[in-house]
């Protein structure tokens, strides 16, 4: 069965420090790994998308990671801001060019605080 | 980065009544869109996959009766909530799909707050 599993389910920092969160999955035929940031009543936005070629890969503070033999995505967001404060979803693509074949992780809710 | 719109941002209803949701490629042409579902605290869940010109498909689950797509252009997709009832109270997201370079990636709109009183 398609799964993506993320943890920790939340997390709480303080401004300006570095957070991992994790992302497992179990999708075959793997095309590629996106990460998302929803905001609260918000839609998600990409901040990441990887390929089974691709192990790493930055957006200004955001930094991705795959390891495709193990199946595992990493999200690193370095000197954490307040507006870091959000859901990050981690949604694995099935098949390349399928239609609406994304298996989406529950989500890490992620809050900086002063 | 791709643009999607979704109008409108939020509605309040009564029971009973239908509720049409707009989605909006803005700056590309989107074959396909597609319609989610997100319960608080919840993933998003699909509900239907729009194409352009053609029938929705549904996901396992969802009444095509009751939540009707039409995609009528390569911009516009609709989703209209008939008989809408409290259960029905959601945040209803679409995503466009976008074709290029080495594959596709889908863009979220910003969804649509639906309470059914």
């Known amino acids: 069965k398609n799964q993506v599993e993320q943890s920790p389910q939340s997390l709480i920092i303080l401004e300006g420090k570095n957070c991992t969160l994790q992302?497992?999955?179990?999708?075959?035929?793997?095309?590629?790994l996106r990460w998302y940031k929803q905001d609260t009543g918000r839609g998600p936005v990409s901040l990441t998308i990887?390929?089974?070629?691709?192990n790493t890969k930055s957006n200004g503070r955001y930094t991705a990671t795959l390891d495709a033999d193990t199946k595992q995505s990493s999200l690193h967001i370095t000197a954490s801001q307040l507006s870091d404060s959000a859901s990050y979803i981690c949604v694995v693509s099935a098949i390349e060019g399928s239609q609406g074949n994304l298996i989406f992780g529950k989500g890490t809710k992620l809050s900086v605080k002063p | 980065g791709a643009v999607v719109s979704q109008h409108p941002s939020w509605v309040i209803c009564k029971s009973g009544t239908s509720v049409k949701i707009e989605c909006r490629s803005l700056d590309f042409q989107a074959t396909t869109m597609f319609w989610y579902r997100q319960f608080p605290k919840q993933s998003l869940m699909l509900m239907a996959t729009s194409n352009e010109g053609s029938k929705a498909t549904y996901e396992q689950g969802v009444e095509k009766d009751k939540f009707l797509i039409n995609h009528a252009s390569l911009t516009l997709s609709t989703l209209t909530v008939t008989s809408a009832h409290p259960e029905d109270s959601s945040f209803y997201i679409c995503s466009a799909r976008f074709l290029a370079g080495v594959g596709d990636t889908q863009y979220f709109g910003p969804g649509t707050r639906l309470t059914v009183l």
């Open positions: 990887m390929t089974f070629s691709e």
């Open positions: 992302c497992n999955y179990t999708v075959s035929p793997f095309s590629n």
